[in-house]
T-cell receptor, first 110, second 114 residues
Framework: QKEVEQNSGPLSVPEGAIASLNCTYS??????FFWYRQYSGKSPELIMS????GDKEDGRFTAQLNKASQYVSLLIRDSQPSDSATYLC??????????FGTGTRLQVTL | KAGVTQTPRYLIKTRGQQVTLSCSPI?????VSWYQQTPGQGLQFLFE???????NKGNFPGRFSGRQFSNSRSEMNVSTLELGDSALYLC?????????????FGEGSRLTVL
């Protein structure tokens, strides 16, 4: 079982729709959770962090965390073509190592 | 404020050679992490340095090594290069290192091993 799992996609959503990206993790002691966005040919960029159960909203982005289910998600409202990128879920486990998922490629279509 | 700077950006080496990559973190950032990114494996953690000490290490062979200097700049070295070492090597810095995960990445060094 991979430490951090994501569906590789591509996830295709029409412009203006809600994109829902999901991630599961195996280390039950994990405490910190992050979403990074990586455009093609660029380096990852931190867009959201979440540390406690529930929702955290920042503009069009909402991160959701459920530690009991070992599940973290990212919702992007009013998706724009500029949101087309690979979204990486990252988790800090009990060994204080940051582990990345392999990413979900999002395509926002016109 | 300048971002994370990695040099060189691109390099080509042959099997058996060694390579040194350099990373200058954002001013004031004391933690530097290194990652290897490949299409098949994604981002794989190599090691993390904080105040010149290796604080964490990933599951890579001993051919991969690193160090951090007193000015927080970091280098990583790969000896006896193999074809499978071809990858994008990313350096990331963070401010205090207390929160392991809020990272600022450089543009990377793309290594091709022939």
């Amino acid at each position: 079982q991979k430490e951090v799992e994501q569906n590789s996609g591509p996830l295709s959503v029409p412009e203006g729709a809600i994109a829902s990206l999901n991630c599961t993790y195996s280390d039950r002691g994990s405490q910190s959770f992050f979403w990074y966005r990586q455009y093609s040919g660029k380096s990852p960029e931190l867009i959201m962090s979440i540390y406690s159960n529930g929702d955290k909203e920042d503009g069009r982005f909402t991160a959701q965390l459920n530690k009991a289910s070992q599940y973290v998600s990212l919702l992007i409202r009013d998706s724009q073509p500029s949101d087309s990128a690979t979204y990486l879920c990252a988790v800090t486990g009990t060994a204080s190592k940051l582990t990345f998922g392999t990413g979900t490629r999002l395509q926002v279509t016109l | 404020k300048a971002g994370v700077t990695q040099t060189p950006r691109y390099l080509i080496k042959t099997r058996g050679q060694q390579v040194t990559l350099s990373c200058s973190p954002i001013s004031g950032h004391r933690s530097v992490s290194w990652y290897q990114q490949t299409p098949g494996q994604g981002l794989q953690f190599l090691f993390e340095y904080f105040s010149e000490t290796q604080r964490n290490k990933g599951n890579f062979p001993g051919r991969f090594s690193g160090r951090q200097f007193s000015n927080s700049r970091s280098e990583m070295n790969v000896s006896t290069l193999e074809l499978g070492d071809s990858a994008l090597y990313l350096c990331a810095s963070s401010q205090t290192g207390r929160v392991v995960g809020e990272l600022f990445f450089g543009e990377g060094s793309r290594l091709t091993v022939l």
